[in-house]
């Protein structure tokens, strides 16, 4: 819509305030663009610049934002800080990435491969690498979207055990060939996260045999599409080259982090459009 120049401005009025803990190009992007685009005005707040920093309770800040704005956006390495955030608070509240989870992506991920490939059901996934935050979040959409996942991680790098247990597993396989054969979307994610500093030397080595490459990629399905949330370390989870095969979408997924976010804040706020 917005690049077709249609003006659509559901918002006017409403205030969000995006609250970020740990660094974000898409989706600070995204939530900052998106809702200037649909007509709010977002908030950025990051650490340092507010109570937070100086030990203002989170529960606290629930509060008295939801004296003030409309939506809270939160980026933060605990789950459980955004359970706080959203139990002390009277206004929409979304987990912009935890250490945990990562669900935004998948909403742009799952748009993604609609738009390329059409429903996603019953087709088959493959995550390759660490069983963290993006693994965790492709395991919840493989049960809504009812996907069949493979996850292919190195010994001691499997996803956390509750998310695990809470649903249908994921195939666990740890040889990327395997893993690979006959998917209809491969995706990966860096091999160490936010929350993994001092631990990289030692995760490139464990991880080495578990970097996309074309001849890996040429396994999978014949339509197969690859996805990384980025941002990407070629030579590392990718090689130099694979983010510009033609199988590979990401420049599109990120894309997706946008409209998929004007979309989510449109949903959340919807109830407050119709009875302002
Ligand atoms: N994929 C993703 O969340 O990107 P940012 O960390 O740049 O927001």
Redesign the pocket.
Known sequence: MHENKVVYQPLIGKTAAIILQ???????V?FEAGLAQLGAHPIFLSTKDTQLGRGEPISDLGKVLSEMVDLIVI?TPKQEDVQLLADSSSIPVIN??TTLL?P??LLADMQTFRELRGPITGKKVTFVGDGYNMCHSYINASRRWDFNLTVCCPMGFEPNSDILEGGTKPRLERIPEKAVSGADLVVTDVWSSMGHEGYEMERKKTFKPYQITESLLDLAAENALFMH???AHRGEEVNETILDDERSVVWRE?GN?LHSQKALVEFMLKESIANP
């Open positions: 740990m660094e974000s190009t898409r989706t600070r995204g980026r912009a990435m990562h935004c992506q949330c980025l941002p990120a982090r």
